[in-house]
């Protein structure tokens, strides 16, 4: 009996070393990945990966290499204009965000980084490509939302899609539940910034604004169609159909779209100009946010 005793300390001994040790691998390449030092997280997580001894743990890794994978694929496609080898390298994300799925499908970041690289893969492979994927991205992000109700980026992902996809007999494409879905990212988002959970991610609020753009409100519509949100938000089934209306739950500012998205996009090359260096992940972010302003 005592020698069993002394295993099972062992054992627990064992399993809390091994479970710091792919914590610390984790938290790792986490900095290295924010840093996008991409092939040195890539060989973080396969260590990380052989060490794992549970679901949850193997998941946390595969969705991080899903994760890399984006980048690396952005990478190619954006600098060095190889389309190709970008979509294989979205490819493999893809098949990461499945593996991580398959191990612990209650973490809903599988479903996300998988929505994300197959998004990158249909808007690379061209337009008819992405509107075969949007119904299947779709899919994975409510997934996601379903698991997480507060995870802001899979709110702004989603508005992302609303606002690129065609509407009407199209497909399912609607600029106004986009902005409704991108303030909703916005909040959650500044509210994880404020809890000290998250970094600023700058492409939540100005992609918001490129969605005030293309709906194109003036003042009076926008406050007379508050009211009619507040109703549809209250009768609405789940989370997701309420996050459609979720514009009319919050206050916002008295002017039209356009003024409104000229402020937000100020605000944030005002933020972004000291940070940005060119070439960089928010250096291609302010880029962005000038290019959308420019165009109001």
């Known amino acids: 009996m005592k020698r069993l005793c002394v295993l099972a300390v062992i054992l627990v001994i064992s399993a809390q070393g091994a479970f710091a040790q792919v914590s610390s691998l984790l938290e790792e390449s986490d ?113 996601s939302i379903q698991r997480d109700p507060d995870h802001a980026e899979s709110y702004y992902v989603l508005g992302l899609l609303y606002a690129r996809v065609p509407g009407g007999l199209i497909s399912f494409g609607n600029t106004d539940y986009a902005v409704s879905l991108g303030r909703k990212a916005v909040h959650l988002h500044l509210a994880d910034v404020r809890a000290g959970e998250e970094e600023l991610y700058y492409p939540i609020r100005f992609e918001l604004a490129s969605h005030l753009i293309d709906r194109d409100w003036n003042r009076r519509k926008r406050e007379r169609e508050q009211a009619s949100k507040r109703r549809e938000h209250g009768a609405a089934d789940g989370i997701l159909e309420q996050s459609f209306y979720y514009e009319g739950t919050v206050d916002i500012a008295p002017v039209d779209d356009e003024e409104e998205a000229r402020r937000i996009l100020e605000e944030v090359i005002d933020e972004l100009v000291g940070e940005a260096e060119p070439g960089s992940r928010k250096g291609r972010q302010l880029e962005r946010a000038r290019e959308l302003l420019d165009d109001i």
């Open 31 to 143: 900095e290295l990945y924010d840093e996008e030092r991409y092939e040195r997280t890539v060989g973080v997580l396969e260590r990380a990966l052989s060490s794992a001894s549970s679901g949850g743990q193997r998941a946390e890794v595969y969705w991080r290499l899903s994760r890399v994978q984006l980048g690396i694929g952005d990478e190619l496609r954006d600098e060095e204009g190889d389309d190709d080898a970008a979509m294989e390298v979205y490819d493999r994300g893809m098949e990461f965000g499945d593996e991580a799925i398959a191990a612990d499908p209650s973490n809903n970041l599988g479903y996300y980084w998988k929505a994300s690289n197959l998004g990158r893969w249909g808007e690379t492979r061209g337009i008819l490509s992405s509107l075969r994927q949007a119904g299947p991205m779709r899919d994975l992000l409510e997934q």
